[in-house]
């Protein structure tokens, strides 16, 4: 579930429109930071994890402001680990230093664009519950781990300057962020990841047809991924 922290209720209807069509699952709108405090149980910090998979919060809101209301979430040991977004007609700098401060995944200005939006939740949504991603050798993959499906390539193009500038743990760094990021665009759980080369991966979907639309998303991630730049193809295996 994703929860929406907005004040206006046009923007709570687009909102939710958006992460509706890009079919991100379901969310959950409320009007205050009070409110979204109440609704993770700020006050509790053991136990199971809030059943939330990314915030969606608005700086300007009565009462509490939204950079206030991401400092308690991410203080909270419970609820830090759920990626936060910021929005805001703001655009000052010192509007994105306070929400990056504040633990903010990311920062969008409005009007928000439905595509920016989708791409960037795409890429800051932890995997569902039940996501079963493996990793596996490419040739295992292809010998009839799954009778049919599709796998989508994705190469980093200057991984040998990566590694040059950021040393052969960081770029395998990188490459783990990327992995995560491109393992939320289909809803299937069953999943797996080979990597494949060097600076590259493979994420197989098990009993998809055609994608279902994989590409386009994926190119959304990384055509909205500053650095490092990636290419991605698909195609599908294990049914000819």
């Avoid at 009565?62 to 206030?68: C, E, Q, R, T």
């Avoid at 040393?167 to 797996?192: C, M, N, P, T, Y």
Wanted: aromatic share 4%; charged share 25%; hydrophobic share 50%.
């Amino acid at each position: 579930m994703i929860l929406i922290v907005e004040d206006s209720e046009e923007q709570r209807i687009i909102l939710s429109a958006i992460i509706a069509h890009s079919n991100l699952g379901p969310s959950q709108t409320v009007g205050s930071a009070e409110e979204a405090l109440q609704a993770l149980e700020i006050d509790r910090i053991e136990g199971p994890a809030a059943d939330v998979r990314a915030i969606l919060m608005d700086i300007m809101l009565p009462g509490m402001d939204g950079i206030s209301a991401a400092v308690r979430i991410k203080a909270n040991p419970r609820l830090a680990p759920i990626p936060l977004i910021v929005i805001s007609a703001l655009e000052e700098s010192e509007s994105l230093a306070a929400a990056f401060a504040a633990g903010a995944a990311d920062y969008i200005v409005k009007p928000v664009q439905p595509v920016a939006l989708a791409a960037r939740l795409r890429t800051t949504l932890r995997p569902p519950a039940g996501t079963r991603l493996k990793s596996v050798d490419c040739r295992q993959a292809l010998d009839g781990i799954f009778v049919s499906g599709v796998r989508l390539d994705v190469s980093i193009a200057d991984w040998p300057e990566l590694k040059l500038e950021l040393g052969q743990h960081g770029a395998d760094e990188i490459r783990e962020k990327l992995i995560e990021a491109f393992s939320s665009v289909h809803e299937r759980a069953d999943k797996w990841v080979c990597r494949a080369g060097e600076g590259g991966f493979s994420l197989l979907v098990a009993g998809a047809e055609n994608g279902g639309g994989l590409l386009q998303l994926a190119e959304e991630i990384a055509c909205d991924m500053p650095w490092p730049e990636v290419r991605v193809t698909l195609c599908p295996v294990g049914a000819a």
